[in-house]
């Protein structure tokens, strides 16, 4: 069975840092690529960060570069994201993904599984 679990989300002040994480089972980290996305109330969804398989990351939100920073400890078969100098704008329900392929991808439709999401709520 393929699982995804998102855990660490929660609310924080602007300025803030939260690291969220992504227990994966079922599969093997060593192989395939995992992506963060997010979903902000009324906007469509988005994508973060994504590590590949080898650990190298892509950054597809310009305003998260400098601020967020994707990591993963494949023996515990778990990927982190985290996030620092938080801002209202970061408020959102944040999600991992897999994407069974060495490489990551932009497209939120390339991706296999889905976790059920944990909720950042970034306010004073």
């Known amino acids: 069975q393929v699982q995804l679990v998102e855990s660490g989300g929660g609310l924080v002040q602007p300025g803030g840092s939260l690291r969220l994480s992504c227990a994966a089972s079922?599969?093997?980290?060593?192989?395939?690529?995992i992506g963060w996305f997010r979903q902000a109330p009324g906007k469509e969804r988005e994508g973060v960060l994504c590590?590949?398989?080898?650990?190298?990351?892509?950054n597809y939100a310009d305003s998260v570069k400098g601020r967020f920073t994707i990591s993963k400890d494949n023996a515990k078969n778990t990927v982190h994201l985290q996030m620092n100098s938080l801002k209202p704008e970061d408020t959102g329900v944040y999600y991992c993904?897999?994407?069974?392929?060495?490489?990551?991808?932009?497209?939120?439709?390339?991706?296999?599984?889905w976790g059920q999401g944990t909720q950042v709520t970034v306010s004073s």
């Open positions: 079922g599969f093997t980290l060593d192989y395939y690529a």
């Open positions: 993904a897999v994407r069974f392929r060495t490489a990551c991808s932009a497209f939120s439709s390339s991706y296999n599984y």
């Open positions: 590590i590949s398989s080898s650990g190298d990351s892509t």
